[in-house]
Each structure stands twice: as structure tokens, then as C-alpha cells.
């Protein structure tokens, strides 16, 4: 599946070296999503969303050069979401007819130390994960079980009607529950300490 092809640390490697649009397409792959739903919790229009996103990509590809990947120092969503978040009120600003660098960047700082931000970007990183980890147990469980799952956990069906519409036990819809929400939180926490 792309996206999920090299490590974190080894994609951030390859991105800053500057010469591998793959990279650049894993990373979208990967973070296009997480950066237009951020944008979308932040204000920014439909038709603007994609265009911060390839806004978000180019400051990266800037910075990235330089960028020297440390845990130690700071986990990466806390970068991405500065980049992200300065991306959003400069384009948030232009729409408004503010074009004073000054003000631009005043607003930027603002919106960094918004709690608000720190909530929609928490929020979207763990919804990120969640997707991320649904796309991966696609390919790990039957179809009847992930039918299941989302019928009763996903949208709260009563687990006895989810049994009769797939022709099975309410005992195998509990447990398809319980291992899919298993194997979700296992890739959930595998995902959180690759990517911090």
C-alpha cells in the first residue's frame, strides 16, 4: 500500500534530499488528507484545501533541506502542524486583504498558540491514525467481519439485527468487534510511535 512503504524517519531522509518525487507522493499519500481536514476544522473553504495542501508540501520542500530529524527535539506532527497552521492563516489572511508581512505574521503567531488549533490538529492526527489503521485491517479481515464491525461498532446497530442481516451469531459480531478493535489499537500505537 502506498504510504506505508518505508518508515517515517526514512521517508523525512529521502524528502530532504530533494531529488525523489516518489517520496513526494508518499508523502501526500500519507498527509494530503491529515492537512485538508486540519484546513477544513481551521476555516479554509472546499476549493481552497487543495491548494494549501500543495502549499504545505512546497514550504516543507523548502525547509527540508535543513531539516534535521531529532525525536528528542520534538516530535514531527508538531512541525507539520506548525507549517500547516502558518499555511492555513497566511492564506486565511490574503483572504481577508491583509498583505502587511507584519500582520500576516502576527496573526500566524496568534493562531499557533490558539488552544483551539492545538484541539482540531489533535483531533485530525488521531482521526489520521484511525484511517490509516482501517485502510490497513482492509486486507486483514473477511468481508463478513468488517461488515460487522462497522454495522455495530461504526454506525451502533443492534448487534442481533447486524447477526441476522450477515447470517451469523450475535457471539461472531461481538468478537469480530473485539479483534478488529484490537488490531486497530495495536496499529494505531505502532503508527504513533513511528511518526511521534
Known amino acids: 500500500m502506498l504510504g506505508q512503504t518505508t518508515t517515517h524517519a526514512t521517508l523525512l531522509a529521502r524528502l530532504a534530499k530533494g531529488d525523489d518525487p516518489d517520496a513526494w ?54 512541525y507539520l502542524k506548525t507549517i500547516a497552521l502558518r499555511t492555513i492563516s497566511r492564506k486565511l489572511c490574503q483572504k481577508r486583504g491583509m498583505t502587511a508581512q507584519e500582520q500576516i505574521e502576527q496573526a500566524a503567531s496568534h493562531d499557533l498558540a490558539d488552544p483551539a488549533a492545538e484541539e482540531h490538529w489533535e483531533a ?55 479483534r478488529i478493535l484490537k488490531r486497530l489499537r495495536i496499529l494505531i500505537a505502532q503508527q504513533s510511535e513511528e511518526e511521534g
Not at 494530503?32 to 484546513?39: C, D, M, N, P, T
Not at 477544513?40 to 508540501?57: H, W
Open 25 to 78: 507522493t508518499e508523502f501526500n499519500a500519507r498527509y494530503g488528507e491529515l492537512i485538508r481536514s486540519f484546513a477544513a476544522r481551521r476555516g479554509l473553504q472546499a476549493s481552497d484545501r487543495d491548494d494549501l495542501a500543495q502549499e504545505v508540501l512546497l514550504a516543507l520542500n523548502a525547509n527540508l533541506p535543513a531539516f534535521q530529524y531529532d525525536p528528542a527535539k520534538g516530535r514531527f506532527r508538531g
Open 124 to 178: 485530525e492526527w488521531r482521526q489520521y491514525h484511525l484511517r490509516s489503521a482501517m485502510r490497513a485491517i482492509r486486507n486483514e479481515f473477511n468481508e463478513t467481519d468488517l461488515a460487522a464491525f462497522d454495522a455495530y461498532a461504526g454506525h451502533g446497530r443492534d448487534a442481533a439485527q447486524v447477526a441476522a442481516d450477515l447470517g451469523i451469531t450475535p457471539d461472531a459480531v461481538y468478537q469480530a468487534k473485539s
